[in-house]
């Protein structure tokens, strides 16, 4: 559902729902893509690797070569590489990853509170 509405979100973007929006929901996309991956890990681990996976991503649009920038010119690319560097993206990705957290630590505390003899 995140990466729908993020793609819904940028359908709209220059009419209705402002362009960080998009970037937000992205950030929590790798945030709940990487606790897939490493459910078992701690979770300051997961925050960590989504923060450096998000930020590499944001950085390598710095990169140029006409192989990588073909790539980004493809439905795909756009969506997993970006196309132009920006600083504000940081922010953006780094408020989406800090939801994720939240939520996760919301559930936490809703479970734990509904079955508190549950480890």
Do not use: C, H
């Amino acid at each position: 559902m995140t990466v729908v509405a993020g793609l819904v979100s940028r359908e709209l973007s220059s009419t209705v729902v402002p362009l960080f929006v998009g970037d937000i929901l992205w950030g929590l996309a790798v945030f709940l893509l990487m606790r897939f991956i490493f459910i078992q890990k701690p979770l300051t681990f997961t925050i960590i690797v989504s923060l450096i996976y998000a930020y590499a991503t944001e950085f390598s649009q710095l990169y140029s070569a006409p192989w990588i920038d073909n790539l980004r010119q493809t439905f795909l690319g756009k969506v997993l590489l970006g196309e132009t560097f920006f600083i504000g993206d940081l922010a953006s990705y780094t408020i989406g990853i800090g939801l994720g957290v939240l939520v996760e630590l919301s559930l936490r505390t809703l479970i734990t509170s509904m079955y508190p003899s549950v480890d």
